[in-house]
Nanobody, 122 residues
């Protein structure tokens, strides 16, 4: 029920773009707010972005504002993270997350994906 499967990571040059995807089951997706976190080597996992169940509300970490966009396609049970103007500092493993509300998913998610590596070269 709580399986989250990410894709879309890879290697990109600074200034480039990537779009991450996270798909789950229909029932699970409709009942949960969704989010993205990241963890760089030697650092703690940090919040990146969250989106409400309806998709009407979105929240971003300061580091993501203006460059990243979170969205969800409820017909495809998929949440996306569009990342533009990528910097080497964005290099990390990116994790999809889910929880009952945007407050939960942005602070203490209930469910986690396995992660996808994003590497930004200078």
């Amino acid at each position: 029920q709580g399986q989250l499967v990410e894709s879309g990571g890879g290697l990109v040059q600074a200034g480039g773009s990537l779009r991450l995807s996270c798909v789950t089951s229909e029932r699970f997706f409709s009942n949960n707010a969704m989010g993205w976190f990241r963890q760089a080597p030697g650092k703690e996992r940090e919040f990146v972005a969250a989106i409400s169940r309806s998709g009407g509300d979105t929240y971003y970490a300061d580091s993501a504002k203006g460059r990243f966009t979170i969205s969800r396609d409820n017909a495809k049970n998929t949440v996306y993270l569009q990342m533009n103007s990528l910097k080497p500092a964005d290099t990390a493993v990116y994790y999809c997350a889910a929880g009952g509300s945007v407050v939960v998913v942005s602070t203490t998610p209930t469910y986690w994906g396995q992660g996808t590596q994003v590497t930004v070269s200078s």
